[in-house]
């Protein structure tokens, strides 16, 4: 069973910049395609990113610009760049893995199979 890890999450002045990290021991995360998604207080949680096995990204719309997904293959992470943070940035963030060398064009939740614990990302102005 893979258990997703993530880290990096903090308290941040708005206009700052945070990067967090998904790791799950034992796995290759490059073997699969890797969500990230946020759940604000009282929202429903929502999709950020996405990135395949193949390097393929995806970015919800109102994500696009401020946030950036990567992959370290050698360190078997992957990574949300989150520039000029603002007050409604503030939400849990999760990563989630997909079924193994599946390729997510529009992820969705129903897609994910396993899951992380989350980090919590808080913006102050």
């Known amino acids: 069973q893979m258990q997703l890890v993530e880290s990096g999450g903090g308290l941040v002045q708005a206009g700052g910049s945070l990067r967090l990290s998904c790791t799950a021991p034992g796995f290759a995360l490059d073997n699969y395609p890797i969500g990230w998604f946020r759940q604000a207080p009282g929202k429903a949680r929502e999709v950020i990113s996405c990135i395949n096995y193949d390097g393929t990204t995806y970015y919800e719309e109102a994500m696009k610009g401020r946030f950036t997904i990567s992959r370290d293959s050698a360190k078997h992470t992957v990574y949300l760049q989150m520039n000029s943070l603002k007050d409604e940035d503030t939400a849990i963030y999760y990563c989630?893995?997909?079924?193994?060398?599946?390729?997510?064009?529009?992820?969705?939740?129903?897609?994910?199979?396993?899951w992380g614990q989350g980090t919590q990302v808080t913006v102050s102005s």
């Open positions: 989630a893995a997909a079924q193994f060398k599946s390729r997510i064009v529009i992820p969705r939740e129903q897609d994910f199979l396993s």
